[in-house]
């Protein structure tokens, strides 16, 4: 009983690690491992927006935002050359 409890508890974290670690792979939880949905969609980022002004949003809905909100404009947080910090609609 002493040597068969060890490889009965062998065996049930293999099954437990061949039922988890592809649900941990498609979750993106062990570092340095990606899905292959994360590796469709990097190779379909453009990364030559930057000279195009474009404006990151919280949210990925394919097209980028290439136009200021409004609501935006002037918020921009400025750090003076004499210390200190004011926004950008105060100078």
Same mark, same amino acid.
């Given at each position: *009983?002493?040597?068969l *409890?060890?490889?009965?508890?062998? $065996?049930?974290?293999?099954?437990?690690?061949?039922? #988890?670690?592809?649900?941990m792979?498609?979750w993106? $939880? #062990?570092?340095g *491992?990606?899905?292959?949905?994360y590796?469709?969609?990097?190779?379909?980022?453009?990364?030559?927006?930057y000279?195009?002004g #474009?404006?990151?949003?919280p949210?990925?809905?394919?097209?980028? #935002?290439r136009?200021?909100p409004?609501?935006?404009a002037?918020? *921009?947080? $400025?750090r003076?050359k004499?210390?200190?910090?004011?926004?950008?609609?105060?100078?």
């Open positions: *009983m002493d040597k *409890m060890p490889a009965v508890g062998g $065996l049930v974290g293999l099954y437990a690690a061949y039922k #988890i670690l592809p649900v792979k498609q993106e $939880l #062990i570092p *491992m990606t899905s292959d949905e590796k469709a969609r990097a190779a379909s980022i453009r990364y030559d927006h000279t195009e #474009i404006v990151y949003s949210y990925d809905t394919g097209d980028p #935002i136009e200021m409004p609501a935006c002037g918020q *921009m947080y $400025l003076q004499g210390g200190g910090w004011k926004f950008q609609s105060e100078m």
